[in-house]
């Protein structure tokens, strides 16, 4: 079985996660990490890298990634209003002919060549072709 070599951790976080299990087993399970362990965490992410420090230490990686300053929220300035853009679309291409071909069920053709500078009006066309055949 191959498995990747786990890269050696940092001193800095070997430290770091003797003193957050130091805390943990001081703590109810599941009480809310004190800021100053975040702080020490996001610090650690700076250097190391945000995954690198959560998987290390058993912390959230998205709340350790906000924290570091590469959250969602954290990406707009706080200051900035909407802007409206209005898109204009060009004007639609137009072929520059049309061809038009019927056939009825007795076997008559009829083809039409019709210039693209106006619409066909295809059903009209049908029905008078249609209406010569009975």
Known sequence: MNRKERKPVAESIVQMQRELEEYRRSQPRRAKLPESIWE???????????????????????????????????????????????????????????LIEFESTRGDKMRIHWPASTAPDWTALLRAWRGTEQ
């Open 40 to 98: 020490a965490a996001a610090a650690l992410a700076g250097e190391h890298g945000v995954y690198a420090v959560a998987q290390a230490l058993r912390l959230d990686y998205m709340g350790l990634k906000k924290r570091v300053g590469g959250g969602v929220a954290s990406q707009r300035p706080a200051n900035s209003q909407p802007v409206f853009v209005e898109l204009i679309a060009p004007p639609a291409a137009q072929p520059e002919k049309c």
